[in-house]
């Protein structure tokens, strides 16, 4: 309790990690939990704590000031400031100004808190960020706010007051949010995933957790039942949860209906992953059937098929088709604001370092077969140069494609699934799992647009259509269709250059050029 002249203040984290996220000191804390769980409250009682803690200056005052942040302003309006003014109401602790930049100044005793709130969706309001002079800095639902924004925060925080009126007592930045997708800097900072191949050593470097920051995780809200082959059949409430005093015993059951499994992974269950708009482009993809829980191993004997796709979001991926008539999708490679040469580049060193000695047969989409306006030559000539002999799928029909694909989704195999990924393929199992959708037509009633949304989703499984339809599924569709003739990977055989050499050997040569 703490105890500010006539207002009598209560406020009791409800759960462990809460009370070690409040206990904390560190420059930089992070929460992750479901919705519900008491993250944002949290929050604003931090930023009042630490305004009680504020060493008093020469008149005697204790002054702070905070910058709250949202992405947009209808969010910062309707549930951020609604957030805080439940629990510091105008009545009680002064005006609020409802004007932008919303303010919210209190003067209480011996207490001066300034506190504004922003939204980050102008440029405008990121330039008025970058002239603050705060103390600390609370970023609420922080999945959607970009790592740029953290960083420019963390240089703004510690500068009030000033040195001259005394300096911050504490200094830094609070942030909460619900699961964001697994190739955010969240995750990635909190070691929770590996850093994604696709981002730079630079990028990476900007990604290494600093020893002053810190990340919590909540428990999840509800426990998934499952059957025997693992598949979720029903929900209990978690005895761990948290804030479940300030929930009726029916929140969490009652939130959840009507809802699909990869909502109630987010932000139910504190898994991350990603909530898309649209209806799925693979009604039939099951994340418990189709996605392994352990690293999927090389068959050997056994082809190394890759699909790929052009484009400045370039993608590839990677897979075999075992002696069963099983798929196992290997690996993805997923790149950004990228040519095909550069692309071609990093294709044949992931073929060198990971698949050495086995076949290789390269699909890519047929398109690629005709020259661009800024090049002579096709990107399948292109990739040539570079000793990647890939040859068009099929066919573009995207139609075709996509049944490729939901026929082995569809495929059981001695009561397995005929389709099993492995969980590197983040981004094909965010696309699976929704990102890689139909769009919702503007219209009355359900409707959808005839093909899927071009997104950052859709070029990875573009490239896994393409591998389907190329490698053999698409023989069922499209008759009289001939596969690759084979390339071996042997030792005399050039990945780069795509000769043979008597004497230099693929890892000579990978090594000589990097």
């Not at 969240?186 to 002053?212: C, F, Q, T, Y």
């Not at 949860?241 to 929140?251: D, G, I, R, S, V």
């Not at 099951?286 to 052009?310: M, R, Y």
Request: hydrophobic fraction near 35%; charged fraction near 25%; aromatic fraction near 10%.
């Amino acid at each position: 309790m703490l105890g500010l002249m006539s207002i009598d203040f209560k406020y009791k984290p409800e759960g462990d990690t809460l009370k070690t996220f409040m206990k904390s000191n560190d420059f930089f804390r992070g929460m992750r939990g479901p919705v519900g769980s008491g993250k944002s409250v949290a929050c604003c009682i931090e930023i009042f704590r630490r305004a009680l803690l504020q060493a008093k200056n020469k008149e005697g005052k204790r002054r702070s000031r905070w910058a709250v942040i949202r992405n947009t302003n209808p969010q910062l309006k309707t549930t951020t400031i609604k957030t805080w003014v439940d629990w510091f109401p105008e009545d009680h602790w002064g005006d609020f100004a409802w004007s932008v930049p919303y303010t919210h100044r209190i003067n209480k005793g011996d207490i001066e808190l300034e506190v504004l709130f922003l939204a980050l969706d102008r440029p405008e309001d990121v330039k008025k960020l970058l002239s603050l002079e705060l103390t600390g800095v609370w970023i609420n639902e922080a999945r959607e706010i970009p790592k740029s924004i953290i960083d420019a925060c963390t240089m703004r925080v510690g500068r009030f007051p000033s040195m001259r009126d005394g300096g911050a007592t504490w200094y830094g930045v609070i942030a909460d949010t619900n699961a964001p997708e697994e190739d955010h800097w969240w995750p990635i900072m909190a070691g929770d995933v590996p850093v994604p191949d696709h981002i730079s050593r630079d990028e990476a470097l900007m990604l290494i957790k600093p020893d002053n920051w810190s990340f919590y995780t909540q428990p999840p809200a509800l426990i998934e039942k499952k059957d025997k082959d693992g598949f979720t059949t029903a929900y209990d409430n978690n005895d761990n949860a948290e804030n479940k005093k300030n929930l009726t015993p029916k929140y969490y059951p009652n939130i959840i209906r009507g809802k699909t499994k990869g909502w109630i992974d987010v932000y139910v269950l504190n898994k991350l992953g990603s909530i898309e708009e649209g209806k799925p482009v693979y009604p039939n993809f099951k994340q418990e059937l189709h996605v392994a829980t352990e690293d999927l191993q090389l068959s050997h004997g056994q082809p190394i098929f890759i699909g790929i796709d052009f484009g400045l979001t370039p993608a590839a991926v990677f897979a075999q088709r075992l002696s069963t008539g099983r798929w196992h999708i290997l690996n993805e490679l997923v790149c950004f604001d990228m040519g095909v040469m550069r692309f071609s580049e990093l294709l044949r060193k992931e073929i060198a370092t990971y698949y050495k000695g086995y076949e290789v047969h390269i699909y890519g989409d047929p398109a690629g077969d005709f020259r661009s306006q800024t090049d002579e030559r096709t990107p399948f000539q292109i990739m040539r140069t570079y000793g990647l002999k890939a040859i068009p799928a099929p066919s573009n029909d995207v139609a075709l494609r996509i049944e490729a694909v939901d026929a082995a989704l569809q495929r059981l195999l001695d009561g397995k699934a005929g389709f099993l990924m492995d969980t590197k393929c983040i981004n094909l199992k965010k696309g699976f799992n929704g990102g890689y959708h139909y769009r919702r037509l503007q219209t009355s009633g359900d409707r959808y647009d005839e093909k899927p949304l071009k997104n950052r989703y859709s070029h990875v499984h573009d490239a896994l259509q393409y591998l389907m339809m190329g490698a053999g599924e698409g023989r069922t569709i499209l008759s009289g269709k001939q596969t690759q003739k084979s390339v071996i990977a042997k030792k005399e055989w050039d990945v780069f250059a795509g000769q043979k050499k008597k004497t230099r050997k693929v890892w000579d040569l990978f090594k000589r050029n990097g």
